[in-house]
């Protein structure tokens, strides 16, 4: 089993041994369907720049990526942090070249665990994802603002939204709630199935309500388009990437990979995550 009592040597060690992985926390204001796939086609572009990456699922109150990919009963974050299984054990395999896994199979509100219950989960979260160079997690705020883990609070942070009017005022009010549970930071913005055009204007407009009311910045990630491509992939249960590359969507992909990929690292290539796992859920 692992451990997860890590002394201050260990820590130390850990330090040493190399760049921390980057976390990216993302926050959807959009439909199921809509958040899932361009959270697959994010995890496969970035695969394809040449990062291990790790999908996580920390939704706590609505169904994330891990059930729409088929991970219903697998064994999580919370079972390895309470030492009934192994942190390797977590982690699945997709034939995309990422791993995906799940924090907890039930609700996980930091404030209803004992504190050694969540040392034990956040160190869980430390060792899992100490094994990828890009960490995406599929982010959900609990009743009180909050995130399962303070290493998604410290994390990138980014609202996708979409050109439907409820999906913009969703979004400035995760940011706002942000704001107000994190206190002044920058946060980014990812428009998807928007043209550049349109996606400009919803960022603008965003972005200067953000700065005038909350005195905070909002980072452009560019956009997604609207791509017919995109759903007959998902329908293959490929990437678009893979499917039609030279689709408008894959082409927008692949821009936001090159936003997320630390070049500055000497990556030796994706960590070795096997290529014969499952394909996308619907």
């Known amino acids: 089993m692992a451990n997860f009592n890590f002394d201050q040597a260990e820590g130390l060690r850990r330090m040493l041994a190399g760049p921390k992985p980057r976390i990216v926390t993302f926050l959807s204001a959009t439909d199921r369907e809509d958040k899932s796939a361009m959270l697959v086609n994010l995890g496969a572009s970035l695969v394809g720049a040449g990062s291990g990456v790790l999908l996580l699922d920390a939704c706590i109150q609505s169904a ?30 997709m034939a995309q070249g990422f791993g995906v896994a799940k924090l907890a199979s039930e609700r996980f509100y930091c404030g209803q665990y004992d504190p050694d219950d969540v040392a034990n989960v956040a160190s869980a979260f430390d060792a899992l994802v100490a094994q990828s160079d890009i960490v995406v997690v599929d982010g959900e705020l ?23 009017p409820t999906s913009i005022k969703m979004a400035y009010s995760l940011i ?30 965003m972005a200067q309500a953000a700065s005038r009311y909350l005195a905070i910045q909002l980072n452009s990630m560019g956009s997604v388009p609207a791509d017919e491509h995109l759903i007959r992939a998902t329908r293959l249960g490929r990437s678009v990437l893979d499917a039609y590359p030279l689709a408008g969507a ?23 995550i096997s290529n014969c796992g499952a394909t996308l859920g619907t």
């Open 142 to 164: 609990d009743a009180d603002d909050m995130f399962p883990t303070p290493a998604m609070a410290s994390s990138e942070i980014v609202v996708q939204v979409s050109t439907n």
């Open 64 to 93: 994330g990526i891990g059930s729409w990919l088929g991970l219903s009963d697998s064994v999580t974050l919370l079972d390895a942090a309470r030492k009934k299984c192994d942190i390797a054990e977590i982690v699945r395999p």
């Open 176 to 205: 706002k709630r942000l704001s107000s549970r994190l206190g002044r930071r920058p946060f980014s913005v990812l428009v998807t199935g928007a043209s550049e055009k349109e996606a400009n204007v919803i960022y603008g407009n």
């Open 250 to 272: 894959s082409v927008a992909f692949r821009r936001l990979a090159d936003r997320f990929v630390i070049s500055a690292v000497d990556h030796k290539g994706p960590r070795a």
